[in-house]
């Protein structure tokens, strides 16, 4: 071997390596570049062009890796997706996609990103990235965790015996639509299901239908709450009632000890934790270890940290 | 190799080989000996001596066991046992049971068989054994199955993936007291859960509270059911509703496609169906594959049979 061969190698063994985290979402498209460790290097976001299709996402997602990954010294060697929608996370490709994405269900997003990055790319559905995200750097700490995302609606991640519960139809983890909560019509059509009671939307619905006030968003009622408004109060105290049932429902079927609670209605933690912790008394069981629910420390770097996440544990 | 030592290689290797399953409660002991293809051929009970204490219920099933292997021609090569109580299978230790059994908790039920019977012993709680059962011989074929025994309480058991969930306390599938079906206050003195409406006992005292008549049982209720009285109609559609709802949401949170009901209460199925059939269509949710609800068709075998099947994947 001459001295110049080993001078590259000594070089090329001293460079850093990178791993990023997107998250591709209906309006945005966040990136963080990580280094080994998970600690962040560089960040950015841009617009989604969710209504152009998979490969303008796929374009806009790569171009956004790859700007940051310039602006810092090392080479990439692999990238993690939290993508919104159902995920065959095997595949790489999106199964199931609300309205607001064109040409996305059926789409090979982990090839098209591994095409134009040059690395292997994994891809999860965004609550399970959310979920390997609190577990690996925020608040939810252990192997069996489970994750849930109060957001426009409610979505939920299982963490069994350290590996994500995907189940034999890719549908785990589905918190949102368990039953016997309420006799209002989810989303889904169905009855009573935990988003009828505790996403942002029904929230908003909940508190215009007991105080005849429309217009107002989840954030506007936390304000009301804050403020005294004693519908607005017990709309959250609904929210957080059936939050603490169908987390403890969970953790007394496949016992688990933390359940993390995410998305933009858990900024109104101080609304939801009376109602937790009282339900959490009464109606929990008093088998296994007792049950901690607990606010997500991470805020919006989850999704792409647990993204981050994954691509390092598969490759 | 000397021709006699090939004949009695020949002669051993045709003798046929026997695997035990166990049904150890806390009124009787219920033993199969089966061949390696599942078959039973002889079957056994005696009572239990609950209240002698683990050396007295290990000497009854060991007696049991031996008894029956004497009957048919071959070897016993191992034993399983569903024990009723909380149970450490890896340890073959009974964790915690009902004050019906005497030094039974801390008892090491696995090693005390073994030194008996002098083959591998494996340990399972008796609705963990009653699921394996029904997999491998009745009717819950698949390898993501909900079990749910509807007794004197409720249990449940959960196999995912096609292996029993035990979890990291050893508490998962108590469906049971999952909350939020009832303002009742269950055995465990919390409130609302499943057991509050389902169990044998509840159904009893539910009938007992709607009709001010006392001392019947939950097969008294039933046989009122099918004559037309109201208040007993009303108690197993309240019953079947809670079942519903609680495999709806298991199914929901886990992925899974049957949940195979059993116990005693399970017989009066032309009773809970129909609030069941109604419940899952207007409750459980669209997404992943239908759940089906089924009746286990083992009866009382359920147990003794997973636990030789327990016996068989482990040895």
Same mark, same amino acid.
């Given at each position: 071997m001459s001295s110049d061969v080993r001078a590259a190698d000594a070089a090329f063994s001293a460079e850093r390596t990178l791993v990023a985290g997107i998250d591709i979402g209906g309006t945005k498209i966040a990136v963080l570049v990580t280094g080994e460790d998970g600690a962040v290097l560089a960040r950015g976001v841009v617009p989604a062009p969710a209504q152009e299709g998979g490969i303008a996402m796929a374009d806009a997602a790569a171009d956004l890796t790859r700007d940051l990954v310039a602006q810092v010294s090392g080479r990439l060697r692999a990238a993690g997706v939290g993508a919104a929608g159902v995920v065959d996370p095997d595949a790489g490709i999106i199964l199931a996609a609300s309205a607001m994405f064109t040409d996305w269900v059926g789409f090979g997003l982990a090839a098209a990103l591994t095409e134009r990055l040059g690395v292997p790319v994994a891809v999860e559905n965004d609550v399970n990235a959310f979920l390997l995200g609190e577990v690996a750097a925020g608040a939810g700490h252990g192997s069996d965790v489970l994750g849930v995302m109060l957001g426009t609606g409610v979505g939920g991640a299982l963490l069994l015996d350290g590996v994500l519960r995907h189940g034999p139809n890719g +549908? +785990? *983890?589905?918190? *949102? /639509?368990?039953? *016997?909560? $309420?006799d209002l019509v989810c989303t889904c059509g169905q009855i009573g299901h935990l988003e009828t009671l505790a996403s942002g939307t029904s929230i908003a619905l909940r508190y215009a239908e007991r105080s005849g006030a429309t217009g107002l968003g989840a954030a506007d009622v936390a304000e009301l709450a804050r403020g005294g408004d004693l519908d607005a109060i017990a709309v959250f105290h609904a929210a957080g009632r059936a939050v603490a049932l169908a987390c403890a429902s969970a953790a007394t079927l496949v016992d688990l000890d933390v359940a993390v609670i995410g998305g933009g209605? $858990? /900024?109104?933690w101080d609304l939801l934790e009376p109602a937790i912790t009282a339900t959490l008394r009464t109606?929990?069981?008093? $088998?296994?270890a007792p049950l901690r629910i607990i606010p997500a420390a991470l805020g919006s770097d989850a999704v792409a940290l647990g993204a981050a996440a994954a691509a390092r544990s598969r490759s």
């Open positions: +549908a +785990a *983890g589905e918190i *949102g /639509h368990t039953p *016997g909560y $309420s209605v $858990s /900024h109104a109606d929990a069981p008093v $088998s296994g």
